[in-house]
């Protein structure tokens, strides 16, 4: 028989608006490099979008990592600062898709509609889950958000490997991007299912 406890973060109450300027004030500086780096409208926005979507990339991994430490963690105010740190990413993902949107007009990008729709939910999913998130009492539900996001993100990144997005070269930050949301799959898995709540035994 054993027991083990999961990892518990300090319980402190996480400042949204100081994070979430920083966040916006991230995403100004990058759409700053790309307009003095690059003359052409269409240039600016593909790289605005190119580095702004890695950026994303990050804040996902940062807040998911979040959520799969608290997993277990019951106390009052945890799924609060989840809230805050999910409406940081929202607000700086629908940035990042200003950013794409401008890419795709400018350059004139083709659409693929079955890829379109599964992208679309997918910013529905982040733009409405801050709203929802406190009435969804079973937190095993909200693994659905996190997963489908990364889903989105591993296809997304795998297209650019393949060579299905017009104006990108495969690169090594493509593989570290589809890598690294794999393996947070795995260890955060581990760290929501694997983990026994404190004083739970393993027969």
Do not use: Q
């Not at 990339?57 to 609060?80: I, K, Q, R």
């Amino acid at each position: 028989m054993s027991v083990s406890a999961p990892p518990r973060l300090p319980e402190k109450s996480f400042p949204l608006f100081p994070w979430l300027l920083g966040g916006v004030l991230l995403e100004v500086l990058i759409l700053g490099y790309s307009y003095m780096s690059f003359d052409e409208p269409g240039e600016v926005f593909r790289h605005a979008a190119r580095y702004s979507g890695r950026l994303s990339l990050f804040v996902y991994l940062f807040v998911f990592s979040y959520f799969a430490l608290t997993y277990h963690n019951t106390s009052s105010g945890v799924m609060e600062n989840v809230r805050r740190l999910v409406s940081i990413f929202c607000v700086m993902h629908f940035i990042h898709f200003g950013f794409l949107a401008m890419n795709v007009y400018l350059n004139e990008i083709p659409l693929v509609p079955y890829k379109l729709a599964g992208g679309a939910l997918g910013y529905l999913m982040i733009l409405l889950y801050p709203f929802f998130l406190t009435s969804i009492k079973r937190k095993a539900w909200h693994n659905i958000y996190f997963y489908y996001l990364g889903i989105v993100m591993i296809l997304t990144y795998l297209a650019r490997i393949k060579g299905e997005f017009v104006g990108v070269t495969a690169g090594p930050i493509h593989y570290f991007g589809m890598g690294s949301v794999l393996l947070a799959f795995v260890v955060y898995a581990y760290l929501m299912l694997g983990w026994k709540k404190k004083g739970e035994a393993d027969v």
